[in-house]
């Protein structure tokens, strides 16, 4: 049955759950106080960029299932659910969420509510916060209005939202009242009924501290096989194979034992902060989560220690290619990459950057300063003495590593994602591959002379 639904903030997640929640067949309407953004979006634009995206926002616009307003008024009225998804940036004097963009839209929504309504949290949020909703709303409504909250958090990707958002693991609903748990369980019948998509109900409390217990285990998962990384280069061992055998058992996954060059994003240090604020304020130790925060920092300073050893000790003058400025991927966001700390570092040692990214993020030069921004990764490779893969971009698979190690001045490779193999770049005329976790390759000198 088709639930009427408003979204306030078309940031990621708003914009992603809208357009998703109306391909499920609902009536959705998208609320953003930027003017500029709702003009782009009726006019059929996209302002940010996800795979997928813009073809579901085009059909379910064109289906009328799909509005954009910068009224909550118009929006919220007659709805039977409004989600709520602003941001949560940390704070500016603390490692707590900034809170006041979701209060300041719960007081908003609960002037414009008619009837029976849900009002939802779709940001993360720290454990209370809905209940804080819950009091405002209470405050702020009319007579004739009732209204009961939801934590409904996400566990989108970027890069791999729609998916995420279309065939979930799993859904979280925390509701205290049984009428906000019927609509969410409405709302997501067409994956629950006809997914088998599992939806945990829970209180609210327990749904606002899983999102952060998902976050920071799987932050902590990425810093552990980071460290057994550094142990496999030490001993001599394959991180690869490593993650490989222990992935297959089946209590620990494959999934996010890929080492790298430190976690970024707009999700995992913010809320690995906050859950440990939280813990501090309630006189917890998480000394687990603090610990993988702190090999976090470590591992995106060692990175600058690897670039300057796969140079022979010294930056200064060389011409490095870099590969990939965003944090991970399939996607232009640069919040909390490792390019941010690396990059800078190398310009002020002397190195000159040349850098490529195929999401050609435009603040790059504005937020990493003295580099060059190349438009292809010829461009970037040209003359280089080093190239640096440092986003897990898929399209790097496709490229001629052949061609691009014949314009380098010298073919070395730091492979900070491993995502070739070392036979690979030898053969493609890489004299020197170093990967992480694994002993650096040289191409043999005979097979050199021999070509
Ligand atoms: C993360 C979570 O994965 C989502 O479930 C969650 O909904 C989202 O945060 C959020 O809270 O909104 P996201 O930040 O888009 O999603 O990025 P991830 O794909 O989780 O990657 C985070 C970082 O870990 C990236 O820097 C990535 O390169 C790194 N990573 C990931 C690794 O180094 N190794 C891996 O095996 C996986």
């Keep these: 049955m088709t639930v009427r639904i408003a979204i306030i903030g078309t940031g990621y997640v708003g914009l992603v759950s809208g357009a998703c929640f109306a391909e499920l067949g609902h009536d959705v309407v998208c609320v953003d106080k930027v003017a500029s953004k709702i003009d782009m979006l009726n006019s059929g634009g996209i302002p940010i960029y996800e795979p997928g995206l813009e073809e579901i926002v085009?059909?379910?616009?064109?289906?009328?299932?799909?509005?954009?307003?910068?009224?909550?008024?118009?929006?919220v009225q007659r709805c039977d659910?409004?989600?709520?998804?602003?941001?949560?940036?940390?704070?500016?004097?603390?490692?707590?969420?900034?809170l006041s963009y979701v209060y300041a839209a719960a007081e908003e929504i609960a002037k414009s509510i008619t009837g029976f309504t849900v009002v939802v949290s779709k940001s993360t949020v720290p454990v209370g916060t809905n209940r804080r909703v819950l009091e405002?709303?209470?405050?702020?409504?009319?007579?004739?209005?009732?209204?009961?909250?939801?934590?409904?958090?996400?566990f989108l990707r970027e890069g791999a939202a729609i998916n995420d958002f279309m065939?979930?693991?799993?859904?979280?609903?925390?509701?205290?009242?049984?009428?906000?748990?019927e609509v969410m369980e409405r709302i997501?019948?067409?994956?629950?009924?006809?997914?088998?998509?599992p939806l945990i109900s829970t209180s609210t409390e327990t749904a606002e501290l899983t999102k952060y217990a998902a976050n920071a285990f799987l932050a902590?998962?990425?810093?552990?096989?980071?460290?057994?990384?550094?142990?496999?280069?030490?001993?001599?061992?394959?991180?690869?194979?490593?993650?490989?055998?222990?992935?297959?058992d089946s209590r620990i996954g494959r999934r996010f034992l890929n080492t790298g060059p430190g976690w970024g994003g707009s999700c995992f240090p913010k809320d690995t902060r906050a859950l440990l604020a939280t813990a501090e304020q309630n006189n917890v130790n998480c000394k687990i989560v603090q610990a993988a925060l702190?090999?976090?920092?470590?591992?995106?300073?060692?990175?600058?220690?690897?670039?300057?050893h796969a140079c022979g000790g010294a930056v200064n003058g060389k011409r490095i290619?870099?590969?990939?400025?965003?944090?991970?991927?399939?996607?232009?966001?640069?919040?909390?990459?490792?390019?941010?700390?690396?990059?800078?570092?190398?310009?002020q040692l002397g190195a000159q950057i040349c850098a490529f990214d195929p999401s050609d993020p435009h603040e790059a030069s504005e937020l990493i300063g003295n580099i060059n921004t190349c438009k292809t990764p010829e461009q970037a490779a040209e003359g280089a003495d080093l190239l640096v893969i440092l986003t897990d971009w898929m399209i790097f698979k496709t490229y001629d590593l052949k061609q691009l190690a014949a314009q380098m001045r010298r073919a070395h490779m730091l492979d900070l994602r491993n995502m070739y193999s070392s036979t690979e770049a030898l053969a493609a005329g890489f004299t020197n591959y170093t990967g992480l976790g694994m002993p650096p390759t040289k191409r043999p000198a005979l097979l050199a002379v021999a070509e």
């Design 167 to 181: 065939c979930p693991d799993r859904i979280v609903v925390g509701a205290d009242d049984q009428r906000a748990q």
């Design 58 to 75: 085009r059909r379910n616009s064109a289906a009328g299932r799909l509005r954009f307003t910068t009224s909550v008024t118009e929006a």
């Design 294 to 308: 702190e090999a976090n920092e470590d591992r995106k300073r060692l990175m600058i220690e690897k670039v300057i």
């Design 220 to 248: 902590a998962k990425i810093s552990f096989i980071n460290e057994m990384a550094d142990l496999c280069e030490a001993v001599g061992a394959n991180i690869n194979d490593v993650s490989l055998g222990i992935g297959l």
């Design 136 to 154: 405002i709303c209470r405050a702020n409504i009319g007579e004739n209005a009732q209204v009961a909250v939801a934590s409904n958090p996400e």
């Design 321 to 347: 290619a870099v590969f990939g400025l965003t944090f991970k991927g399939q996607t232009d966001d640069m919040r909390e990459s490792t390019s941010l700390v690396l990059l800078p570092a190398l310009a």
């Design 81 to 98: 659910a409004v989600f709520i998804a602003v941001g949560t940036p940390t704070k500016s004097d603390s490692d707590h969420a900034d």
């Design 188 to 197: 997501y019948s067409p994956l629950t009924i006809s997914r088998n998509v």
